[in-house]
């Protein structure tokens, strides 16, 4: 009955113990907690009309572009943590017998509920970061989902393994030889995965950016572009284009108009969810003014529509403390200059603390909603 693997003594490493499995454990565990509440976030963020979306403040204006650099980095960085927490326990795998009772079944089926769920969530993830999606499923709510599958098992496991963890928790007195040298890799390894892939949000760090999908500094006007005009069917914008602005008082207003109305700037990051973010310096018209010469009373939430034909993006609901914001404009320039077709010309929306996907390009129609 007992080959391969499933004979005894054939791991040899003396590091497939449990102080090791502990301290990778909780390495493994914070990354994995600030993965999660920034996912928990970027999930509600991305859901505005869900009934929390109304809570969230528009400050600060770069909250955004920190928790989602930072889901990203923790999710990268716990990709070398849990193939070395992996490794050490993997010997475990092959224990026998493989079940000694309903309980032990139960944990083991536990623990392979949450390698499958956590291996599917980074691997979904990281693929989310290259803008490759090669599955039939949608991204996000599958990724929600996932998430919480790979909590619950989480919590089940620390609660099983709560004895093992409290009696590893503290440095023994005899250390396993190797176990050291062991710990010092893989803390290299999330060193140089983060360092190297972190410069796509940080700027200090893009001279390091090696392994990263994206350069924040390249595009048209300095800025990445996830969606080309292009791609989206909105190269050419209907000549004599008018903005439509629906309330109360509904108007239309061309691009001659919306230039001689007040014009502000405001600096404010694209925070895209794939990871990457970049500041820019917008000019154009405050939305709030838009909406109130349409008679919108304040605190009304709006619907930005885009010129384009279809696209998950084409429709944005804006809640109201971000339309009440007198930093959220509607965009006509960046940097000084007219907006490139990749950038949304005529018209894109910007606004403080939102995921990039939130930052309407080529709109076309702004209405109260709510
Ligand atoms: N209409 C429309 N607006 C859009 C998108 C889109 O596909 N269609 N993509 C969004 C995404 S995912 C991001 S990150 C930002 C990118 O803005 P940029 O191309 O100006 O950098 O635009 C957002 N606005
Ligand atoms: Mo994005």
Not at 64 to 92: F, N
Request: charged content about 20%; glycine content about 10%.
């Amino acid at each position: 009955m007992r080959r391969g693997p499933f004979r005894d003594g054939v791991f040899r490493s003396a590091l497939h113990e449990p102080r090791t499995a502990v301290v990778l454990g909780r390495w493994l565990g914070a990354a994995l907690v600030v993965c999660f509440l920034t996912g928990l976030l970027s999930h509600l963020l991305q859901d505005p009309t869900g009934r929390l979306a109304g809570l969230l403040p528009a400050r600060p204006v770069n909250g955004y572009r920190v928790t989602q650099g930072l889901h990203v980095v923790s999710g990268i960085a716990a990709v070398p943590l849990l193939g070395a927490k992996l490794w050490t326990v993997y010997p475990r795998l092959f224990e026998w017998p493989p079940v000694r009772s309903a309980a032990h079944a139960l944990e083991r089926l536990g623990i392979a509920v949450l390698v499958a769920a956590l291996l599917l969530e980074l691997f979904t993830g990281l693929l989310n970061t290259l803008q490759w999606y090669p599955w039939p499923f949608p991204f996000r709510q599958t990724h929600f989902w996932v998430g919480w599958l790979a909590t619950g098992g989480l919590l089940v496991h620390l609660a099983a393994k709560a004895p093992l963890i409290a009696r590893n928790w503290r440095r023994p007195r005899l250390t396993v030889p190797g176990r050291r040298a062991f710990l010092t890799s893989v803390a290299a390894a999330v060193g140089a995965v983060t360092l190297t892939t972190a410069g796509q949000s940080v700027a200090w760090l893009r001279p390091l950016n090696l392994l990263a999908p994206r350069r924040p500094d390249l595009g048209p006007q300095g800025l990445p572009v996830n969606r080309t005009a292009a791609q989206a069917g909105t190269v050419e914008v209907p000549a004599g284009w008018r903005l439509r602005v629906d309330g109360p008082r509904p108007y239309e207003i061309g691009l001659d108009e919306l230039a001689r109305l007040p014009q502000h700037e405001a600096v404010l990051p694209i925070a895209c969810v794939e990871g990457w973010s970049a500041s820019a310096r917008w000019g154009g018209v405050r939305v709030a003014e838009l909406m109130a010469r349409a008679g919108a009373p304040a605190g009304s939430a709006v619907r930005v529509t885009s010129l384009e034909e279809e696209g998950p993006y084409r429709v944005m609901e804006m809640p109201a403390q971000y339309v009440d914001d007198p930093l959220t404009l509607l965009a006509l320039r960046v940097d000084g200059e007219t907006l490139d077709a990749d950038h949304g010309f005529p018209a894109r929306v910007i606004a403080p603390n939102r995921p990039g996907v939130l930052q309407t390009k080529w709109v076309a129609r702004l209405e109260v909603s709510r």
